[in-house]
C-alpha cells in the first residue's frame, strides 16, 4: 500500500511538472540595447555569446536598436560590425553574460572613434499574464 502510494505521489508531481513547464519557462528575456552615438551609422551589427548570434542591420547615428535576448549559456560578448562609409570591420569584445534566472538589460553604445561602453542593469519586473515574472 505504501509503494502505491509513493509511485502515485511521483507519477502526480510528474504530471503536474509537464503541464506547468511551459509557464515555469515563461519567465521572460533578456534585453539587448544598442546606442549609436558615433557620429556615423552602424550598419550589420552582429552579437555573439557563445555559440549564438543575435544581428542588427542599421542604427543611424543618434538612434537606437533593441532585441530580445534568449540564451541559454554564459559567455562574454564579442561585437562585429561595419561603419557607413568607412572600410573594414570593426571589432570589440568583453562585459559578461549569465543566463541565470535574474533578467538583464545589457546595454552598448557605439562611441566616436569606434569605442564601445558596455553597461548592464536589472531588467525591471513587469507582471505577465499569467501572474509571475513577464516581460
Not at 5 to 14: E, I, P, R, S, Y
Not at 91 to 103: D, E, I, N, R
Request: aromatic share 10%; net charge positive.
Amino acid at each position: 500500500m505504501g509503494r502505491l502510494l509513493l509511485l502515485l505521489l511521483v507519477v502526480g508531481a510528474a504530471w503536474y511538472g509537464w503541464n506547468k513547464q511551459d509557464v515555469w519557462r515563461d519567465r521572460g528575456t533578456h534585453e539587448i540595447i544598442a546606442l549609436n552615438r558615433s557620429g556615423r551609422a552602424v550598419e550589420r551589427l552582429r552579437i555573439h555569446i557563445g555559440r549564438q548570434t543575435f544581428a542588427m542591420e542599421a542604427i543611424e547615428n543618434g538612434a537606437s536598436g533593441k532585441l530580445p535576448l534568449r540564451c541559454e549559456h554564459d559567455g562574454v560578448f564579442r561585437l562585429e560590425w561595419l561603419v557607413r562609409g568607412i572600410d573594414g570591420e570593426k571589432h570589440w569584445q568583453g562585459g559578461g553574460f549569465t543566463a541565470g534566472p535574474v533578467l538583464m538589460r545589457h546595454r552598448f553604445e557605439f562611441t566616436s572613434g569606434y569605442g564601445v561602453i558596455w553597461s548592464s542593469e536589472l531588467k525591471p519586473e513587469r507582471r505577465g499574464r499569467r501572474g509571475g515574472r513577464g516581460d
